[in-house]
């Protein structure tokens, strides 16, 4: 049913095209400090619902907003330092959901030390969901005899994960993947919390530098990427076509359960659909709107109050970008002649 319904609105999908569906940070419950955790049938339901609404796709990635463990120690600081210890048996949820890739380099992969990245990966490989994160490690598919990649990046201070901060390092490993893949995908996690603006400056939170987005998303695609998808400021930012090629500044929280604040646009948890064709480029797509409820459940929007919001700061943020935005939340490329 999923398959017609969206063969309906992109009739002209080939078989070469790559799909990919998007969403940001997905946390749907902590055990630490102490347990914030939906029963496990809400949960389920929850799961088929998102499954129900997700298109066919080949890529359908989010970022891991914590680790897969139960029990261990915090490797932070304790205090006013968030620890998210989500349980291991919930993999089988995010597997419900339809996702087959977890972004595992951001500022909470390490809450319980390098053990609990170790117990994350094992779990995620023992239930068939590719990851990227540690340099050296990607994400691979192949579709139609073509090799994709997907890489994370992320603003941690560590020499063992690819970072935001390093561009020049970040444009080589993308120009050596290039060479070895058709398609690259980055994935990052980085930005001001609660910021919706997109400017080429460094985001500075916390005392912290969490990147220069704009200089980095173009960066990476000068080298060679062909679809950049953001996550980390906790609310969606806007889309800019860049050299043909589509950059989500931030898709914010999905589901992002007890912990976190859901307030206004916080709340708003955007289901990105991007077809690429053979070459890369972007060639149509779609948001498909959801809104975090209650404690942080995503439920879909009929409102479409996420492609509105979406639609404002594309147009606010790259006014000459030739995307356009419908109501329907369907992405295009303006035509030329009607370019303004």
């Known amino acids: ?67 897969l463990i139960d029990g261990g120690k915090p490797a932070k600081k304790v205090g006013k330092a968030y620890h998210f210890a989500i349980p291991t048996r919930y993999v089988k949820f995010i597997k419900g ?44 598919f192949v579709v139609d005899g073509r090799r994709i990649c997907v890489i994370a990046f992320g603003f941690i201070n560590s020499d063992k994960f690819y970072s935001i901060l390093n561009l020049s390092e970040a444009k080589k490993v993308i120009g050596d993947l290039k060479r070895k893949y058709d398609i690259i995908i980055v994935s990052f996690h980085g930005g001001k919390e609660g910021y919706e603006r997109t400017t080429n400056q460094n985001e500075i939170f ?77 060639k149509e797509g779609r948001i498909i709107p959801f809104k975090q409820v209650g404690a942080g459940i995503p439920v879909y929007d009929k409102n479409g109050e996420t492609i509105r919001w979406m639609d404002k700061l594309t147009k606010l943020d790259f006014p000459t970008t030739p995307l356009r935005i419908e109501r329907s939340g369907v992405i295009k490329v303006r035509d030329k002649a009607t370019r303004r």
Do not use: Q
């Open 1 to 67: 049913m999923r398959v017609f319904a969206f063969l309906f609105l992109f009739p002209f999908l080939a078989l070469s095209d790559v799909r990919v569906v998007a969403v940001g940070d997905l946390m749907p419950g902590s055990s630490y400090p102490s347990p914030r955790l939906l029963p496990e049938k809400k949960i389920e339901e929850i799961s088929a619902s998102i499954n129900s609404l997700m298109p066919v796709a080949d890529v359908r990635l989010f970022n891991l907003e914590g680790v």
């Open 97 to 140: 959901m339809g996702f087959n890739f977890a972004s595992i380099n951001n500022n909470h992969i390490l809450d319980f030390g390098w053990e609990g990245l170790r117990n994350t990966i094992k779990v995620l490989d023992k239930n068939g969901i590719k990851w990227a994160g540690p340099k050296g490690k990607f994400g691979e």
């Open 206 to 282: 916390l005392n912290e530098n969490r990147g220069n987005l704009l200089s980095f998303c173009r960066g990476v695609i000068d080298a060679g990427a062909d679809l950049v998808i953001g996550h980390g400021p906790h609310l969606p930012r806007a889309l800019e076509l860049y050299k043909g090629k589509l950059i989500a500044y931030s898709l914010g929280n999905f589901f992002t359960y007890a912990r976190f604040s859901i307030r206004g646009a916080c709340g708003y948890a955007p289901m990105l659909y991007v077809v690429l064709d053979e070459e890369g480029n972007f």
